[in-house]
C-alpha cells in the first residue's frame, strides 16, 4: 500500500539540532496529511508536527519556536528540523500519512518504524 522510509534520528546534546526526513512511497492516489509524532519513555504517543495538503501547519506547543515542518510534494516527503533540542524531547519519533490509495482510492493512515532521537544533558 503505503511505505513510509524515516532518517535522520541520533544522539545530539541539548542544545543541538536534528533533521528528520520521511519519505513515503507506494500506490498513493493523494495525500491529506503527513506529520510527525513521538513517543516518550513511559509516556502516550503524541502529535509534534503536521502539514496538511494544503500547507496548513500544527505544532505541540512544546515545540514551537524550536521545530519546523516541511513538506516536498513532489517527493512525497516530509522533513523535521529541530532546533535548541531538549532532553524532554528524547522519544521514538514516528512519521504518519494519512493517504487515498490507488486504484481504489481507499483512505487510510500509514505509521513508519520510528526513528530514535536522544538528546543528552
Known amino acids: 500500500q503505503v511505505q513510509l522510509v524515516e532518517s535522520g534520528g541520533g544522539l545530539v546534546q541539548a542544545g543541538g539540532s536534528l533533521r528528520l526526513s520521511c519519505a513515503a512511497s507506494?500506490?498513493?492516489?493523494?495525500?491529506?496529511?503527513m506529520g510527525w509524532y513521538r513517543r516518550a519513555p513511559g509516556k502516550q504517543r503524541e502529535l509534534v508536527a503536521a502539514?496538511?495538503?494544503?500547507?496548513?501547519?500544527n505544532y505541540a506547543d512544546s515545540v514551537k519556536g524550536r521545530f519546523t515542518i516541511s513538506r516536498d510534494n513532489a517527493k512525497n516527503t516530509i522533513y523535521l528540523q529541530m532546533n535548541s533540542l531538549k532532553p524532554e524531547d528524547t522519544a521514538v519519533y514516528y512519521c504518519n500519512v494519512e493517504a487515498y490509495t490507488s486504484p481504489y482510492r481507499l483512505f487510510a493512515s500509514y505509521w513508519g518504524q520510528g526513528t530514535q532521537v536522544t538528546v543528552s544533558s
Open positions: 507506494g500506490n498513493i492516489f493523494s495525500i491529506n496529511s
Open positions: 502539514v496538511t495538503s494544503d500547507g496548513r501547519m
